[in-house]
């Protein structure tokens, strides 16, 4: 495979994403990534299928790692998902493991045609002082929920 691939975040969505990151920073000593994240628009409800939806978190940089490693992201989603809908990315708890892609696109099919599936559609987003992002969700064969991403 001569595809740059390497391991971005672990998502965990929470009831109350502050106190939550509060936890893994007291306990683990990880370190907050700003900045925190207030997402929201019809890209997201593109990318998640969720009507309305509106993200609030943070990224933290885990401990034992340098710049730029795997990140865990700490989410919190309106509207909210008690686990009453395994089938939506919004569901409390841990969420998704994400990939960096050289090609989302091209991901995508491989993880289509080794029998996942895709949940949203591509889309591009692009965050000021940060870069574009590229991004689509989809599902592993047994329904575990992937993010495929890009920054550029």
Known sequence: MSENIRYVHTNLIAKDWRKLADFYIAVF??????PERDLSGDWLVRVTGI??????????ALPGYGEGGPTLEIFQYEPENLRDRPDR??????????????????????????????????????????????????????????????WS
């Open 89 to 150: 990315i919004n569901r409390q708890g841990f969420g998704h493991i994400a990939f960096h892609a050289d090609s989302v696109e091209d991901m995508l099919n491989r993880l289509v045609k080794h029998g996942g599936k895709p949940l949203g559609e591509i889309v591009t987003k692009a965050y000021e002082g940060i870069g574009t992002l590229t991004v689509v969700y989809a599902e592993d064969p047994e329904g575990n929920f992937i993010e495929i991403q890009n």
């Open 51 to 60: 009507e309305n939806a509106h993200i609030r978190g943070i990224h933290l």
């Open 29 to 34: 000593g990880c370190k907050p990534l700003y």
